[in-house]
């Protein structure tokens, strides 16, 4: 079994590790775990998602007025969906949430950390394009 957090709902979720690819559903709310986009979340999520999910985690900290990160979003995107199975893609972000920036170290933005069993596995700074996200992703688990 694999845990996952909801990022609609925040409910964590049990899901067979055969199943993965089968479009897993959260029991709470029906909305896609596994859906190879990459979501925008707050920090409670983010720290129950980083204790929880059995799939490694990437999270890009980013703000709006950001042009790098503006930049790197749609290539973020594709990267999610080029992980799709093997890793989940999130977005935090650094404006709404400065207090979460600051618990991680984040002294410039876009950021990637990636979490793996409840650790920081690894940490890259600067906008990449997707085949580099897809590759940071694949070391982390």
Do not use: Y
């Amino acid at each position: 079994m694999v845990k996952l957090v909801c990022f609609e709902c925040g409910q964590a979720n049990r899901v067979p590790e055969d199943r993965l690819s089968a479009g897993p559903k959260c029991g709470t709310c029906g909305a896609a775990l596994i859906d190879g986009k990459a979501h925008e979340i707050d920090a409670a999520t983010l720290a129950k998602a980083i204790r929880t999910d059995g799939l490694p985690l990437v999270v890009d900290f980013w703000a709006p007025w950001c042009g790098p990160c503006r930049m790197m979003a749609p290539e973020f995107s594709k990267a999610a969906q080029g992980v799709k199975g093997r890793a989940r893609l999130v977005k935090l972000n650094t404006e709404a949430e400065p207090a979460a920036a600051s618990a991680f170290g984040i002294r410039g933005i876009p950021t990637m950390i990636g979490f793996s069993k409840g650790r920081e596995a690894a940490r890259q700074s600067g906008a990449l394009p997707a085949s580099e996200i897809a590759a940071f992703a694949g070391r982390v688990g």
